[in-house]
């Protein structure tokens, strides 16, 4: 699938119903939700959707998810972590089972976005969920089996908390220009190897150092980690200009 017209600025976007094909389960509070959604007209990596629930008296809520799935996929996968007394991630998380629907429209935003025609390489930074949107990014770069010079910094609680660890460790095994380096913040493994802590200018330099002097950075994770990041790649010399965020907060999911 391709993004068309629906992702043309000044046109309405219209509510769908997404059918859930398939669940998986990405960690002890995330899932990623496979959809069957009729009429779905594509999208572009690094895109969100609106999602709305009714319940039986009527009362809508609605939160934005990135989407997770490459623009190739034939479902379209939304990646949910469960927020504490929230009042959608709670639902899709735990309620929502095979044949359920929902709605939801979109694809929504054009500005955090990469797709193989752009020239450069690729630097990824993500805290938490926020590897969501740069996940699609990923999927699509490898359909493609694009040789664009790529390095994922991830940053998550443990390494139980780590989303998709296994299909990264997979896209790392398979591509020799893929770099991906996990920083664990709260809990280590005994016999791990890898950097601990908050992200901080060192763990940046070693992971920009294969790319280049300009690449394409995408930042995305909780307000606090996209400002701390990027503050640290302003003070390491990159253009804020160039420097594409997003950022979530506690909205109550």
């Given at each position: 699938?391709?993004?068309?017209?629906?992702?043309?600025?000044?046109?309405?976007?219209?509510?769908?119903?997404?059918?859930?094909?398939?669940?998986?389960?990405?960690?002890?509070?995330?899932?990623?939700?496979?959809?069957?959604?009729?009429?779905?007209?594509?999208?572009?990596?690094?895109?969100?959707?609106?999602?709305?629930?009714?319940?039986?008296?009527?009362?809508?809520?609605?939160?934005?998810?990135?989407?997770?799935?490459?623009?190739?996929?034939?479902?379209?996968?939304?990646?949910?972590?469960?927020?504490?007394?929230?009042?959608?991630?709670?639902?899709?998380?735990?309620?929502?089972?095979?044949?359920?629907?929902?709605?939801?429209?979109?694809?929504?935003?054009?500005?955090?976005?990469?797709?193989v025609a752009t020239r450069g390489s690729l630097y990824l930074v993500a805290g938490g969920s926020g590897i969501v949107p740069l996940m699609a990014m990923l999927r699509h770069r490898e359909r493609?089996?694009?040789?664009?010079?790529?390095?994922?910094?991830?940053?998550?609680?443990?390494?139980?908390?780590?989303?998709?660890?296994?299909?990264?460790?997979?896209?790392?095994?398979?591509?020799?220009?893929?770099?991906?380096?996990?920083?664990?913040?709260?809990?280590?493994?005994?016999?791990?190897?890898?950097?601990?802590?908050?992200?901080?200018?060192?763990?940046?330099?070693?992971?920009?150092?294969?790319?280049?002097?300009?690449?394409?950075?995408?930042?995305?994770?909780?307000?606090?980690?996209?400002?701390?990041?990027?503050?640290?790649?302003?003070?390491?010399?990159?253009?804020?200009?160039?420097?594409?965020?997003?950022?979530?907060?506690?909205?109550?999911?």
């Amino acid at each position: 699938m391709t993004a068309t017209d629906a992702t043309t600025p000044g046109k309405r976007l219209e509510w769908q119903v997404a059918e859930v094909g398939d669940i998986v389960i990405e960690t002890p509070r995330v899932k990623s939700l496979l959809l069957q959604v009729n009429g779905w007209q594509g999208h572009l990596p690094g895109q969100h959707v609106d999602v709305r629930l009714t319940a039986e008296d009527g009362y809508q809520a609605q939160r934005s998810y990135s989407i997770a799935s490459s623009p190739e996929s034939e479902l379209l996968t939304l990646t949910v972590e469960r927020v504490p007394d929230g009042e959608v991630s709670p639902y899709l998380v735990d309620e929502l089972r095979f044949g359920d629907k929902f709605e939801l429209r979109g694809p929504i935003g054009r500005y955090f976005v990469w797709t193989v025609a752009t020239r450069g390489s690729l630097y990824l930074v993500a805290g938490g969920s926020g590897i969501v949107p740069l996940m699609a990014m990923l999927r699509h770069r490898e359909r493609h089996k694009a040789p664009v010079l790529t390095s994922l910094l991830y940053s998550s609680r443990s390494l139980e908390d780590v989303i998709y660890r296994d299909e990264l460790d997979r896209m790392v095994q398979n591509d020799p220009n893929l770099l991906v380096a996990h920083a664990l913040t709260r809990k280590q493994p005994d016999e791990w190897v890898g950097r601990r802590g908050r992200i901080d200018k060192a763990m940046l330099i070693q992971t920009l150092f294969p790319l280049g002097s300009k690449p394409n950075v995408f930042v995305c994770g909780p307000t606090s980690f996209v400002e701390h990041v990027s503050g640290l790649l302003v003070e390491l010399g990159h253009d804020a200009l160039t420097i594409k965020t997003e950022r979530f907060g506690p909205t109550g999911g």
